[in-house]
């Protein structure tokens, strides 16, 4: 089944914890992005990459980081997590050669707790 | 940077009622727009899209949007919902070139009986 995973679903830590939220599909998608989702602002967006080592910047990257190894691989980094880091994740992929133009394949979502 | 503004955070309406979610954007460039989806506890589906040609687009469920460059709308009709439309819906739109993607805040649309 052609689908975007994201583990964990849920999180709760605590504020400086380290923690990783792994994103991967398994449609050989080019673009991938991460987004946050809060009530009453919508998603945002975090970071995207345009293919593997190809990361930039999206609205709200501080406090984040990414990394692109490998095309089905998009992990988000929260080096020292704190609470206003306390969303909703989505992870979402688009098919090659077309960028954020088309239709973009979302995760399930990941929420997060920051204590 | 882009911005997307849904009027409505929340639109209550009767079942077979007709129904309007605004979405305007402030750029006039050339812009990509999208309605995407959201039900209770799950991700985001692509409802319809404009990249390019006819200003009107629908979707398979009785949806349909226009573009409206002079406005600078995008918005979202059916002209009778039903129980299962109630969801969240995301107004979204990304420039050609330009790989950022903006999303609105959202409008809830709930459905009576």
């Known amino acids: 089944e052609a689908q975007v995973t994201q583990n964990p679903r849920y999180l709760i830590t605590v504020t400086g914890k380290k923690l990783t939220v792994t994103c991967s599909q398994n449609?050989?998608?080019?673009?991938m992005s991460w987004y946050r989702q809060d009530p009453g602002l919508g998603l945002r967006q975090i970071y995207y990459?345009?293919?593997?080592?190809?990361?930039d910047k999206g609205d709200v990257p501080e406090g984040y980081k990414v990394s692109r190894k490998e095309k089905r691989n998009f992990p988000l980094i929260l080096e020292s997590p704190s609470p206003n880091q306390t969303s909703l994740y989505f992870c979402?992929?688009?098919?090659?050669?077309?960028?954020?133009?088309?239709?973009?394949?979302f995760g399930p979502g990941t929420r997060l707790t920051v204590l | 940077a882009q911005s997307v503004t849904q009027l409505d955070s929340q639109v209550p309406v009767f079942e077979e009622a007709p129904v309007e979610l605004r979405c305007n954007y402030s750029?006039?460039?050339?812009?990509?727009l999208f309605w995407y989806v959201q039900y209770p506890n799950q991700g985001l589906q692509l409802l319809l899209k404009?990249?390019?040609?006819?200003?009107l687009v629908e979707s398979i469920n009785g949806f349909e949007a226009e573009f409206n460059k002079s406005q600078t709308s995008f918005h979202l009709r059916k002209p009778s919902v039903h129980i299962s439309d109630t969801a969240e819906y995301f107004c979204?739109?990304?420039?050609?070139?330009?790989?950022?993607?903006?999303f609105g805040s959202g409008t809830k649309l709930n459905v009576k009986p």
């Open positions: 404009y990249l390019s040609g006819s200003t």
């Open positions: 990459s345009m293919n593997v080592e190809v990361t």
């Open positions: 979204a739109v990304s420039r050609y070139n330009f790989n950022k993607f903006y």
């Open positions: 979402a992929s688009s098919p090659p050669g077309q960028g954020p133009y088309n239709e973009q394949f």
């Open positions: 449609m050989n998608h080019e673009y």
């Open positions: 750029s006039s460039v050339s812009v990509y």
